[in-house]
């Protein structure tokens, strides 16, 4: 799964803002998929770690020792431990976070602005993960704001 979003938040992140590190907390793996595909070509030298898979522990010793001057996207899934059992835990302090959910793609791809709907289309996530669906309620939505009329009583 690629998003221009994600892609364009990332190179932001590691070539514009020149940040090391960058921790991704995906706490409903939503873009695991994502990660596992190539970066985009700007920031192809990134590594990415998936804490997940490479323990906490591993993780630390690369950032720090073994890697002290490489970028890398750390990437974790699933409920992010409490401090006191957080190996990276001192890493995340001093580097930056990137934050991305499927939802707040959607809503950027429908061009909403109103967090009042954000929390509707939570509800109805099922029905926007198909992009066909996603596209005629753009139309629906783009139709209804050309004629003018009223957003909210959508």
Request: proline share 3%; aromatic share 10%; hydrophobic share 40%.
């Amino acid at each position: 799964m690629k998003h221009e979003e994600v892609d364009k938040a990332l190179v932001q992140k590691f070539n514009t803002e020149a940040q090391r590190l960058v921790f991704w907390h995906d706490t409903e793996a939503e873009f695991a998929g994502y990660v596992q595909a190539e970066l985009p070509e700007e920031i192809a030298n990134v590594k990415v770690l998936n804490v997940t898979e490479v323990g906490g522990f591993k993780t630390k010793l690369m950032i720090e020792l073994e890697e002290p001057e490489t970028q890398f996207l750390v990437y974790s899934t699933g409920e992010q431990p409490p401090m006191h059992e957080d190996f990276l835990f001192d890493i995340r302090l001093y580097s930056d976070v990137f934050e991305a959910d499927v939802l707040s793609l959607w809503f950027k791809e429908l061009g909403l602005s109103s967090l009042q709907l954000k929390s509707h289309l939570k509800k109805r996530k099922v029905f926007c993960q198909s992009q066909r669906r996603r596209s005629q309620l753009n139309q629906l939505l783009e139709s209804n704001l050309s004629g003018h009329e009223d957003p909210t009583s959508l």
